[in-house]
């Protein structure tokens, strides 16, 4: 790439530059509201010891390993786009009931007032990227039958309404995160004080596909999504064909490129259906190289944050939403089938199911990327300031029921199927189990239960999800 990034402070890098998916609690490790509801009542990693056959997983696991590893060849990237997912049919009666308890979240969470939803169960703190989530989950549970077309249109006429006037940071583009209740710009977790914080165009490219999907698919909608769009000043997310998102460091704002491969092609991706010029980072090539992990060729950028000042997460969730909402026109789908097989692999060698991504715990430091590979180091869990809790490595109910419509096998059917099994919870899915701890991570998020919504209608309608909204 010509373009020359710019990192901001080191102690801020990753929080500037990758953007928001961090999601409304990446920041927020040490609130009093997660240390007095959950984390008294689970007890501190540091008080256990691995078991003998997790140190033996974690030995294969630096083991698997190998420098450069085999890269995608050109007869793999010409796999036909929109992919459509072989198994995609009618969705069974477990399934659907699966559907229902995803929605469950949003019942609980929904703020009828505003049209936005918590990120978090019971938290008062949403970002763009999570309220995309919950249109995705509304869209999802109006098609399912969950929630009548009455419902749908209320809910979906005052969320575009509140997305039409919300305070923009500078007058410019939707502060990274807000108070869903008062709509208050504010800082993560400080749900009071009035904090203009920036904007994330990673965030806004997720939002950007369902305004897409939600003003075409439903013409009473065309309108308000497009005025949306047209009022903000969206020239600002992209330079040089690359996107670029705004941090305030010290009282001061920094511009940045945002996005690392994976999220950066499916953001964009976002920013394109709108005409905005997301040439270079739509490129999947230019900053790829490759690792085999259990002999695997994984796909990860060469900007780490050594290099950048920001991580290269390789993990699940951009190459599923890619996946089930543009059918692999944002990423390879050899990517995808790279990142699944891996997992897969690890699966066979360790006998521990895997399914990884980043998401919320229910535990300090609150929020990891479970990753294949980052910074040079396999199958780590990290936070977004680079510190390790691999003891915190779990298996993610979004990732698992993403692969599993996306690709239906043998092994994408025992990650439902331990979803199905182990983290039903009154209030919607829990993001996970613990791998070394061998309980459900008991986090309730927007997020999670979006995915599980989205990726069920996905395989009802038997197409990725902007080809079926007819977005063009």
């Not at 096998?409 to 199905?420: A, E, G």
């Not at 829990?430 to 997020?447: D, H, I, M, R, S």
């Amino acid at each position: 790439m010509t373009e020359t990034f710019e990192p901001p402070p080191k102690k801020l890098s990753i929080l500037a530059t990758v953007g928001g998916v961090l999601t409304a609690i990446a920041a927020i490790a040490g609130l009093e509201y997660w240390s007095n509801h959950l984390s008294k009542s689970n007890p501190q990693v540091s008080s256990r010891s691995p078991a003998t056959s997790e140190i033996s997983a974690a030995k294969l696991d630096a083991k698997s390993m190998v420098i450069p590893g085999q890269p995608v060849s050109a007869g793999e990237l010409t796999v036909k786009v929109p992919y459509v997912a072989p198994e995609a049919e009618k969705l069974t009666p477990q399934e659907l009931a699966m559907a229902r308890q995803a929605w469950g979240y949003f019942q609980r969470n929904w703020n009828e007032s505003t049209g936005l939803v918590n990120s978090v169960d019971g938290f008062a703190s949403v970002t763009l990227w999570d309220q995309a989530a919950a249109i995705a989950g509304l869209v999802s549970a109006r098609e399912l039958g969950i929630v009548p077309a009455a419902e749908f249109d209320k809910k979906m006429s005052q969320t575009l309404k509140t997305l039409a006037k919300i305070p923009l940071y500078k007058g410019e583009l939707p502060n990274k995160v807000y108070n869903p209740k008062t709509l208050i710009p504010v800082n993560y977790g400080q749900l009071d004080k009035r904090e203009e914080i920036g904007w994330s165009a990673i965030d806004l490219g997720r939002l950007a596909i369902w305004l897409k999907i939600v003003g075409s698919k439903y013409p009473q909608f065309k309108d308000e999504s497009e005025a949306i769009w047209k009022s903000w000043k969206v020239a600002r997310l992209t330079k040089n064909g690359q996107m670029y998102g705004t941090s305030v460091v010290n009282k001061k704002e920094q511009y940045n490129q945002e996005g690392r491969l994976g999220y950066e092609n499916y953001a964009a991706y976002g920013l394109k259906l709108w005409g905005l010029d997301v040439s270079k980072a739509l490129d999947f090539k230019s900053n790829a190289a490759f690792v085999n992990l259990y002999e695997q060729g994984v796909p990860y950028d060469k900007r780490d944050a050594k290099n950048s000042g920001a991580n290269n997460y390789v993990l699940s969730e951009p190459f599923i939403l890619d996946g089930i909402e543009t059918g692999f026109k944002g990423l390879p789908k050899a990517y995808a089938d790279r990142i699944l097989a891996a997992q897969e692999a690890r699966y066979k060698a360790t006998n521990h199911l895997t399914a990884v991504t980043e998401d919320n715990l229910d535990r300090e430091p609150y929020f990891v990327y479970n990753t294949l590979f980052v910074n040079g180091e396999p199958w780590a869990t990290i936070s977004d300031t680079g510190t390790k809790y691999n003891n915190l490595n779990f298996l993610s109910a979004k990732a698992a029921v993403g692969w599993d419509v996306l690709y239906g096998t043998d092994y994408t059917q025992k990650l439902f199927d331990f979803v199905q099994n182990n983290l039903k919870s009154e209030k919607g899915w829990y993001n996970g189990f613990y791998e070394v701890l061998k309980e459900p991570n008991k986090a309730l998020t927007a997020n999670n239960n979006g995915v599980i919504l989205e990726s069920l209608l996905y395989k009802k309608v038997g197409k990725p999800l902007t080809n079926w909204a007819g977005v063009e």
